[in-house]
């Protein structure tokens, strides 16, 4: 039996609960990542599809900079933009070390009440054994949010950069406008 296979039959339904939380986290990672990428280079006046959204902001600025209320909502709601999906990533990477808890504590309540008929020498093995296949949750759920921490992290710090750069394109237009 694979090692994969192995940790799903041991870990039961938790694994597969991990394995979700997994793929939903790394989706959203790796969306948030596309949206806070650099712009590269002056804006155009043609939208590209997928394009950064500060790239976008740029554009739709100077499309509005006579215009300081719509500005300042284009601004708004760019900031919104550039936080999106950071609570879900921040409450995947939460979820995931509670299942894995939730699995131990499920294999470890599976394997005292197994052990109710057996006797002295046997139940030591049992023990062990049983031990051993509850903290697989637990290793698969930190296995899951240690490196989530860690892209939250560079995120939030890729949209602090972004924040400037809205910043930055915010003060070249009032310079332009004085």
Do not use: C
């Not at 596309?34 to 394009?51: K, Q, T, W």
């Amino acid at each position: 039996m694979s090692g994969v296979a192995w940790v799903f039959e041991q870990g039961g339904w938790v694994s597969y609960a991990l394995a979700v939380v997994s793929v939903l986290l790394w989706s959203a990672v790796i969306l948030r990542a596309l949206a806070l990428r650099p712009s590269s280079g002056e804006p155009s006046n043609v939208p590209a599809r997928g394009e950064p959204i500060i790239a976008h902001f740029a554009r739709k600025a100077h499309q509005h900079k006579d215009a300081p209320g719509r500005l300042d909502h284009l601004a708004q709601r760019t900031l919104r933009q550039l936080g999106s999906l950071r609570g879900v990533i921040k409450t995947l990477v939460a979820v995931a070390p509670l299942l894995g808890l939730l699995g131990t504590v499920i294999g470890m309540v599976e394997m005292f009440g197994s052990m109710q008929g057996t006797l002295g020498g046997e139940g030591k093995a049992t023990v062990a054994g049983g031990i051993s296949t509850a903290l697989i949750t637990t290793q698969l759920g930190l296995v899951i949010a240690a490196p989530g921490l860690i892209a939250s992290y560079f995120l939030a710090r890729q949209q602090l950069r972004r924040e400037r750069d809205l910043q930055g394109v915010l003060h070249s237009l009032q310079q332009a406008a004085s």
